[in-house]
């Protein structure tokens, strides 16, 4: 058994053998070569691999659509994150892979970046125990951002929504702006409301979740979302009354949700 | 039958290699005409290319189901506009692309035309910045239209809202008929109400919207639904109390949506 | 590349022609074959082609599960009529399709029928005008059903709700029963509450859906379910004031459906 | 590569011919253990097949993601029960089934198991009836355990919800814990709860639900979580004026779920 979205990928960076695998598997194949040149080479390029594979799992599991973006902090040199260049995530290969440093400027490459990339830099720099950042438009935590619900913790699958889940208001920061967090000065003080928490919903746009892993991130992310949808539920059925998890319940039911993150892999598209 | 989601450029930098990369990478593909010799025919058959991919996304999406439709205006004359002969999008080829003028006659060909193209000539017409149109049964705007509850803008994605939806109810004008805007009449006074917006629900029976762009107009047919579902979520949970944009961060807020379009082509079926 | 749900049987009428032919376009094909051996057969078999298409675009399109049946009364003696054999309806081949007359006795094989075949012989003999009829657990309905809310038509798709769509509550006729309809009475029962109408719920159940054609049974079917998803979203919108098609809209909006049924046929998995 | 929804069943039950029709149908194959001359293990095969399907199916049809199992009872030894390592369900292959005691020791392998196994063998313990026990975070249920709304039979195919669904919160039983089922005792505080009914909900969790059957089981994971959705539907159009199965309907309204099965199956990835 293998895994869809996995990358073939000899030993050029991309060249033709590579193109042609692709395009006969069909799809995007992410085989780690068996030993590379370089000692450090392996776990770089193994980053970036999952990186591209956090991409597409977010998009094929509805958690970001054209838009939204994830990020991995470089383990080799905590001043570092890799993150796509400006692109649908769906569509992400390793050649799209960028890194930055936590000021958000491009040392890698010159491709055009996501605008909100100040979002990742930002976070990093105000929290040295994240490792991996996602920005999505996930649709269920709009309406709640709008509604001023707080979330809250339904199932222990959505345990990190018991730190409680801020919503930044970009407008009482910044006043009337294109709704974009595209400057060092807006992801900082995303980064602030964020505070020592897992995710913070974004008025009128989305959501920022973070977490020690790039698994760990796309699982908070995605969680975070059906959480939501559940609580919208259960408020219909007795608003109030909703029972949710008790904050030391919260605190035991930490996840790893690695067979998520297997789940979702084999689901990719071929 | 031909491609859905590919638009196949002799002149464009992808070459005889890309044509021959998609071939096997199991893709349908559009081939040009002979007659593409011609210079103005790349353009205008690319645009009718871009029109198919336009009417498959929308089905693909659930924008459309086995009715509704998408014209482009022709930009080498804009007194005429491309439309499908009468079918369900998701089968449009380039085959089935008819050339009208803005009184909506054929000016090509003797297929069948949708009865409701006067949507699209009469809007063309009453709206010289108007470049493309879309008109759909798109699902979430008809309880809207049905409960006569404004939509309002829910994020930046849905921006344009903040424009206002006006509901066009064909019985304030034409009392009893079919539901259908098939006469010239019946265009004009929905462009009367669609005025200078972006989009306008039917009542009993879907939406009108328009753009400057193929692909903004199907963004935003696509992005008015989710906003009317995430405004349904957001009123259950508040009510009255739900904030939405700011009108003047909606202006600020415009969107290309050209991500979008990408994620939503790679999605086609093959 | 085959078909997923074929059974290709080499023994079955189709023969080797039909069966390449299945082959070669990856889906199900009503192949009539240039001459047959009868005059009356390619009408018949087509028909019955037809009616597997049907079965599969319920299923695929949700309107039914592994439960759920579609029969279509035979034009060449209307006192017999085509139903599958028991079982999925996703999973139906022509070889599965029997006669029956319209006490619901199988006039060809000697296959297990669907013990509420009765639905289907007491609703064609009351109703000289009905050719085809579909009963499915579709679920937006049950909701209606269980609350003893009318369903209202909501838009031009949902036109022949505005007959009105009574509750056959099976408890009224019959008592206590393992609430299925499985028996002349009952059927004949249910044929009563339908009266002239297009579809009647079944409290606890589904529903009956009725139609002069197997195409527009099948869309009848999809739309009724549709219908009643909006009026529910309407009704939580804006209650009472939520605003229906007039009756006499509705009945000007009368549909064929011909370009859902192409739509939901392309879509059919191969 | 052939159809998926193939009904294996010919002449020999699940012989080698059998095997290899599953191979060429693309389906993951559950490899026949050298062993397999005893005669004794054909059925223990089929049966360890059986419940490969079963967890591809949870997954197929979203009863589970990557969470959930799925166990049966060894009909050899009903001291024995099979249920796979711990893993995401859809990526399930015969290999990974473990034959457990009722004490839920392993008693082949060595493979780590689900942390909470205890739910199934001690449900087993207490009910010798049981054959066959699913955990799920069915998402539809979570809203009711914890707007504490007991659940009601909507239709036919949630008739064994007429026997009640008790919520099971292991908080009054074992106070502040991580919510996981992962003791002995918590097992059988669980299966307590559940008593002589097919199905339970877990607060801030899931459901468990049991069944005679294997078949069976997978049937009533599905429906108990479409009848909470119809349930919520229905109580928003009309609260507590709903009508739901009557208790005796109910008892009449068993089902073997076997279409549902086989359409099931049917429609699992290749």
New interface residues.
């Given amino acids: ?1 293998t895994a869809s979205g996995l990358r073939l990928r000899a030993s050029a960076p991309h060249g033709v053998g590579a ?1 042609a695998a692709v ?2 598997a ?1 799809l995007i194949v992410a085989v780690v070569p068996v030993s590379s040149q370089s000692p450090a080479t392996p776990s770089r390029q193994a980053l970036i691999d999952d990186l591209v594979v956090a991409n597409r799992i977010l ?1 094929n599991e509805g958690v970001v ?3 939204g973006h994830v990020s991995v902090r470089n383990p080799a040199n905590p001043e570092r994150y890799f993150l796509a260049r ?6 992400v290969t390793s050649t799209d892979i960028v890194e930055y440093d936590l000021d958000s400027n491009a040392t890698t490459g010159s491709a055009t970046g996501y605008s909100e990339r100040f979002i990742h830099g930002e976070i990093y720099k105000a929290r040295p125990d994240v490792k991996a950042v996602v920005h999505c ?1 996930c ?2 935590v ?3 951002a ?4 707080p979330l809250r ?5 959505g345990y990190f929504i018991s730190e409680g889940v801020p919503v930044f208001d970009i ?1 009482e920061s910044a006043g ?5 967090v595209s400057t060092p000065v807006l992801g900082r003080t995303l980064a602030r409301v964020l505070g020592p928490r897992s995710a913070a919903l974004m ?4 959501a920022v979740v973070v977490a020690d892993s790039l698994h760990v991130v796309v699982a908070k992310a995605y969680y975070l979302n ?1 959480n939501a ?2 609580q ?7 608003g109030s ?6 904050p ?2 919260a605190k ?3 996840q790893t ?1 690695e ?6 892999k ?2 990719l598209p071929r």
Same sequence: chains 1, 2, 3, 4.
């Fill in positions: 058994m193109a395009l006969a069909g998009a659509d054209g838009y400006a692109g649908a995530p769906a569509l438009h649709l269920d709009i309406a709640f709008a509604a001023k619900v913790p339904m199932y222990h699958m407008r009337i702006t294109d709704m974009l008025r009128g746009h989305g059906v949808r559940l919208s539920d259960a408020m219909q059925l007795r009354g909703v029972t949710y998890l008790d030391e319940e035991k039911a930490v949700y067979r998520s993150w297997e789940f979702w084999s689901r």
